[in-house]
């Protein structure tokens, strides 16, 4: 049987606001994309991810959606939605929108009837509850964007859930009627023809019926409480189930879910026996530091939690987290780094998700207090405001670096001018040629987008590993240490070979290799 196309394929993650503005409001918006999308088929990745487009007042910059089944006009209309998908599929490429099950936002239709009154039809589609007697919240639960997850409604002396913002409500995932909307809305999609769901927070829809308090951490300095009761209660597995059924009328559709669960074994459950996600994050491996044996430890405690026909995925930037090539940055290394970064990412068994900027190379930019615009700057703390990750694409050396004609939301990276698309396209050397020939080499071998892993033997500060699929082979050696090495292999013929240092002599043997500094390499066996 052939493999699903998300198993053997690479995703792209777009930030929409960030990627290109094609109307000059310093904003990115989807004809953008479309003026954009011959980048993706060159560099040869198989879908997009696009964060959330849909209306939103944009408190956490679309992740509070205000109609599901349409677009902002900041992005643009339906129908540049419908044109933009269309032209993705003409090239190949694949679709897949930004599902935000946990919550709406507080202007959603759906919560401004909700608490127009306590008895409004749609009071129990959110999860509403009276003060303590003492006027203090329900229960102690914390939001993730800091300070207690409860907001007074003052009209209707009742206090409603907010995992995030206070903006961000969370929908009451036990009410049936909630359930058959969200069904809905999925379904809106994928009559369009969209082919599948990054799936916001989905450890998050089930919740302790009974809501009860979180315990304290012990000794914690910071009063930090176990999150027990407001995520990964195991009545998800079920609307997982019923959320898969809905896909599963369709032809080749696919969900990943951000499972922000640091327990592997825990993220595994949420694939069930391939009945409930296709795909889950592992947010384990994003955050692993620069270490060999640590990327090695944390692929093989996924490889062990998976059921027999799971299958990982390795993502190692988003548009939550400083990006990789900042936090892997290194004086000497830093450029060789994020090459390495670049070969573990595209040889490993698992789906790649790319993050839009990260095959240039872009790096965190720091962005002047004045400017930041992330509301976790002000309710958590300025530094972590994920504005850094968030700034535009440099596509060429021109004004608004062939982002906009305007002024962009954030500000360009200082080195914006030197490092973009169009001077690194022309370039066998740089990363972005890197990247593509590591997606052409994936793309060609089956050992490489559909073998078995095995970690092969290797000096401390390597990580090695095969990928077998039938009689094709591949080793592929990842040296993350400062100083040159060499790594003993099975000797046998190679047949293609691939370093990310572009200045080495390709080895025809495998047997016993050398290995630069921070180099990586890819020997596919003959
Ligand atoms: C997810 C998103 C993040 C958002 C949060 C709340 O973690 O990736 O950007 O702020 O959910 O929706």
Redesign the pocket.
């Known amino acids: 049987m052939a493999e699903p196309w998300w198993r053997t394929g690479v995703v792209y993650q777009i930030y929409p606001r960030s990627f290109m503005d094609a109307n000059g409001d310093g904003v990115g918006d989807l004809r953008g994309i479309a003026q954009r999308l011959d980048h993706l088929a060159w560099l040869g990745v198989d879908a997009f991810w696009l964060s959330p487009c849909y209306p939103s007042p944009m408190a956490?910059f679309g992740?509070d959606v205000a109609d599901y089944c349409d677009v902002d006009p900041l992005f643009g209309t339906l129908a540049d939605l419908d044109a933009l998908v269309a032209a993705a599929h003409a090239r190949g490429l694949r679709v897949l929108l930004d599902w935000?099950p946990n919550?709406t936002s507080d202007r959603h239709p759906w919560f401004v009837e909700s608490r127009a009154s306590r008895g409004a039809p749609k009071r129990d589609w959110y999860v509403w509850r009276d003060p303590k007697p003492d006027g203090s919240p329900p229960n102690n639960w914390r939001s993730v964007f800091g300070g207690p997850a409860w907001e007074l409604d003052a009209a209707t002396g009742q206090l409603y859930l907010h995992s995030?913002l206070k903006e961000?409500p969370d929908l009451d995932w036990r009410n049936p009627a909630v359930e058959r909307a969200m069904h809905d809305v999925l379904r809106f999609w994928l009559d369009r023809g969209i082919d599948g769901f990054r799936i916001?927070?989905i450890q998050r829809i089930a919740k302790h019926p009974e809501l009860p308090d979180d315990p304290p951490k012990e000794g914690d300095p910071y009063g930090q409480l176990w999150l027990c009761y407001e995520e990964n209660h195991p009545d998800v597995h079920a609307m997982l189930r019923r959320i898969r059924m809905v896909l599963d009328a369709y032809d080749d559709r696919v969900t990943v879910g951000?499972v922000?669960l640091l327990n592997q074994a825990e993220v595994a459950r949420y694939l069930g026996g391939g009945d409930e996600l296709h795909l889950a994050f592992n947010f384990r491996f994003l955050q692993a530091p620069w270490s060999a044996e640590r990327f090695a430890d944390e692929v093989e405690r996924m490889e062990r939690a998976l059921p027999p026909e799971g299958w990982p995925t390795l993502v190692l930037s988003n548009?939550?987290v400083p990006r990789h090539a900042t936090r892997y940055d290194d004086p000497v290394h830093g450029e060789a780094r994020a090459r390495l970064a670049a070969a573990m990412l595209l040889t490993l068994r698992g789906t790649p998700f790319l993050y839009q900027g990260e095959e240039i190379g872009m790096r965190n930019v720091a962005i002047p207090p004045e400017r930041l615009q992330d509301p976790l700057a002000r309710t958590l703390h300025p530094n972590l405001a994920r504005d850094g990750e968030r700034t535009p694409m440099p596509w060429d050396g021109g004004p608004g670096a062939g982002f906009t004609t305007g002024e962009p939301w954030l500000p360009l990276g200082p080195d914006a001018d030197r490092r973009h698309v169009a001077a690194q396209r022309g370039d066998p050397r740089s990363l972005l040629s890197l990247y593509r020939a590591l997606l052409a080499l994936r793309r060609a071998e089956p050992a490489l987008h559909a073998g078995d892993y095995e970690r092969l033997h290797a000096p401390k500060g390597v990580f090695a590993f095969e990928r077998r699929s039938g009689d094709a082979r591949a080793f592929v050696a990842l040296n993350f240490a400062g100083e040159p090495c060499e790594v003993a292999f099975e000797d046998a013929p190679v047949r293609r070979a691939l370093s990310t240092d572009p200045d080495r002599a390709l080895p025809s043997r495998s047997g016993r290799v050398a290995l630069g500094a921070a180099e990586g390499l890819v020997l596919v066996l003959a």
């Open positions: 956490d992740y935000v919550h995030f961000q916001d927070v951000e922000y548009h939550d």
